[in-house]
């Protein structure tokens, strides 16, 4: 047998489904061997008191999407998966947005180009559909599945994006008919509208009303509805996105009558308040965590653990939309003044859920770290078609490994991120648990907070079908 090109010495190798004491060996690219001790090797890298997991997978990112008058994304490719990598993900699944009067086909041709030698880590697309024409219906989504776009997303809020009870529908008969999986942004769109205006004839446009805008009976309803979309369609759907208890217990409602309906949710959902958009006295740095759906209140992280614990959730993503803060393409736009309505939705995050989900479920004792491993990397794989390539430590997967030290202690702040924005929402948070090697097919791409990769290490990925999208008894 020929030499490993690299072995991972020492470390504690943990899976979905295992932590066992092994080394890891790697060759062109893949790893070949996880065994008690490997000999040899022609890189040897230490990995002694830490853990040896598979590269996060962080299945919902955006980049690079475009502003509709808005603000311009604070990451394109090149800086939103620099930033993915140093938080010790590997692969990351960005959105290729339709805008509406556009062929869906020219829009992901578009991305590839945004993407293409722009990338530090793997990535695939899903697909943003905000107009369900005919023809994209019948021609351009079953062809795009048939060529490894295999998973679409719709949006029940948002003036360019909202499609209305019977585009879901038919969205959805169309998934069903192609084996796409279909995520779900679960807002009613005419319930934040008449808030919205409601607050704003009041005087309410600092950025804490978004949270009034849009509060947790908003979600719960379009959550209900889309289940029942779903379940008139036969079709599995992944809610993605979810915010606190009440939408929470909508999907184990559904999950619990034998519907396939499938849940994400994500770090500020378990670390910021709509508290944190009042800003220091009601000011603008508010705008600082404008999301949608807004973070909540504590007692609703303690629902998302339940969800978490139980296995309401099967994805813990980032939901990275990063926007500057400063500047007028920023937060604080001049517009964005007048108006919560005005302030870009999303805030950045690909390069601290990792730390905040480990520190705050492993460290705090919530989950396990396997449970870790399944929530940030293995179910991303399973669900989204990259299962047996990504996702796990065995013979055969990709060599994408994060080596973790259990016992860093960081303080999360600007000065330590990679990504595009002028901030991060979770400055000060203090953490245990932190990436400090990042190996992408086998290469070190990412080492205590330095870059080693280049932006062309990254490759597209054709997914397969999502085995979670094929309903048991489809014909
Ligand atoms: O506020 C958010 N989440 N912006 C990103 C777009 C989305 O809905 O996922
Ligand atoms: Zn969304
Ligand atoms: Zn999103």
């Not at 500020?268 to 600082?288: F, H, P, R, V």
């Not at 919560?340 to 004792?365: A, D």
């Not at 919530?366 to 065995?394: C, D, M, Q, W």
């Not at 397969?464 to 008894?473: G, R």
Request: aromatic share 8%; proline share 6%.
């Amino acid at each position: 047998m020929s030499e490993y090109d690299c072995v991972i010495r020492g470390g504690t190798v943990v899976t979905a489904a295992d932590t066992v004491r092994a080394d890891v060996g790697i060759r062109n690219g893949k790893i070949v061997t996880v065994a008690e001790k490997i000999e040899g090797g022609k890189k040897i890298i230490d990995a002694s008191g830490l853990l040896v997991m598979p590269g996060g997978i962080d299945s919902h990112v955006h980049l690079a999407q475009p502003a509709f008058g808005g603000p311009a994304m604070a990451d394109g490719f090149e800086s939103g998966t620099r930033s993915a990598i140093a938080g010790g993900n590997t692969t990351v699944i960005p959105f290729a947005l339709q805008p509406r009067g556009a062929s869906l086909r020219a829009s992901v041709t578009d991305y590839h180009k945004e993407a293409d030698g722009q990338s530090y880590c793997d990535y695939g697309f899903h697909l943003i559909i905000s107009d369900p024409t005919p023809s994209v219906l019948e021609q351009e989504l079953p062809a795009l599945v048939q060529d490894g776009y295999t998973s679409f997303k719709v949006f029940m809020t948002y003036d360019d994006l909202v499609l209305n009870d019977r585009q879901l529908l038919e969205v959805f008969d169309c998934a069903r008919g192609c084996g796409a999986l279909v995520m779900v942004h679960c807002e009613g769109y005419d319930a934040i509208r008449f808030m919205t205006e409601k607050l704003e004839r009041a005087g309410k446009t600092a950025p804490y009303y978004h949270a009034v805008s849009r509060p947790s009976s908003v979600e719960r309803e379009a959550t209900h509805r889309a289940i029942s979309h779903a379940e008139l369609t036969d079709v599995p759907i992944m809610v993605v996105h979810v915010s606190g208890r009440e939408p929470m217990e909508q999907i184990r409602w559904a999950q619990q009558k034998g519907l396939k309906i499938y849940g994400e949710t994500c770090p500020q959902y378990i670390a910021l308040t709509a508290e944190d958009m009042k800003g220091l006295n009601m000011d603008e740095s508010g705008g600082k965590y404008v999301c949608s759906p807004p973070p909540r209140d504590e007692a609703n992280w303690e629902a998302i653990w339940e969800g978490i614990r139980s296995g309401v959730f099967q994805t813990f993503s980032s939901d990275h939309c990063p926007f500057y803060y400063e500047g007028s393409q920023g937060k604080l736009n001049p517009k964005a003044r007048t108006s919560f309505k005005w302030v870009p939705n999303g805030i950045p995050g690909v390069e601290t859920r990792m730390q905040i989900l480990y520190s705050k479920g492993v460290g705090e004792g919530r989950i396990t770290v396997n449970e870790f491993v399944a929530l940030t990397s293995t179910n991303h794989a399973k669900i989204y078609g990259l299962y047996p390539k990504k996702g796990s430590i065995a013979p055969g997967f990709d060599a994408d490994i994060v080596l973790w030290d259990p016992n860093r202690k960081e303080t999360i702040r600007q000065e330590l991120m990679h990504h595009g924005a002028d901030y991060t929402p979770y400055e000060g948070l203090k953490v245990t648990g932190w990436p400090v090697m990042t190996l992408l097919r086998g290469k070190v791409v990412a080492e205590e907070g330095k870059i080693t990769g280049q932006k062309t290490d990254g490759a597209f990925l054709q997914r397969e079908l999502s085995p979670y999208a094929v309903p048991k008894h489809a014909g």
